[in-house]
């Protein structure tokens, strides 16, 4: 999309028109600033959107960890093919897939992540996701959605291979404004090394 400067164009009308459309343009942007005016409302200032909040559970579709999608993923599915292609990839290795659980995509989108060749200890998950002011390089605020996956690394005690990946039902927003901020972290119930450790599980 061609961006137009406002400002730019007002000064090249200004430059060509007579002395007289050059004064009432003058007035009009007086009035339009609040000079002459008398109590009436002015700019409205940037109010920022709350934090993001953590996901509800009835927005996780699918957690597994059996190999469907066995890359270190992030995608974006705003239409419903695309979600059914990711749901399909990701419930392939399973001897009875389920059926994707329907989403509104009037109002509604899908993420997946995936972590990529990990352990059976090892886990991913979409903490929150919500809006998030971005500064862009014009100097501009745009909102991008801001979605905050975390990856757990387990307590090393187990050598069997998993390939953990979530797939979450996320607001409606354009694809090309979605962030992902990784945080990666070891399982904090691990203690000890020689202690024994947590055995998590994962369906899928």
Do not use: K
């Amino acid at each position: 999309m061609t961006r137009i400067d406002p400002t730019f164009v007002a000064r090249r009308a200004g430059a060509f028109a007579p002395p007289r459309i050059v004064l009432a343009a003058a007035l009009v942007a007086l009035a339009a600033c609040g000079g002459g005016s008398s109590g009436g409302p002015g700019p409205q200032a940037y109010t920022p959107p709350p934090p993001p909040a953590p996901v509800e559970q009835r927005d996780r579709l699918y957690y597994g960890d059996r190999g469907g999608i066995a890359d270190s993923v992030r995608i974006v599915a705003d239409t419903e093919a695309a979600y059914q292609e990711a749901w399909g990839r990701a419930t392939s290795r399973q001897s009875s897939p389920p059926p994707a659980p329907a989403v509104d995509f009037s109002s509604r989108m899908v993420v997946v992540v995936g972590a990529g060749r990990m352990t059976t200890e090892d886990r991913i998950r979409v903490e929150r996701v919500g809006i998030r002011p971005e500064t862009t390089a014009e100097g501009g605020t745009i909102e991008v959605l801001l979605v905050e996956v975390r990856t757990i690394r387990g307590c090393g005690r187990s050598t069997l291979q998993a390939f953990p990946l979530e797939i979450v039902s996320v607001p409606r927003h354009d694809p090309a404004r979605v962030r992902f901020e990784e945080i990666a972290e070891r399982d904090p119930n691990c203690g000890d090394p020689g202690a024994p450790g947590p055995s998590p599980s994962a369906t899928g």
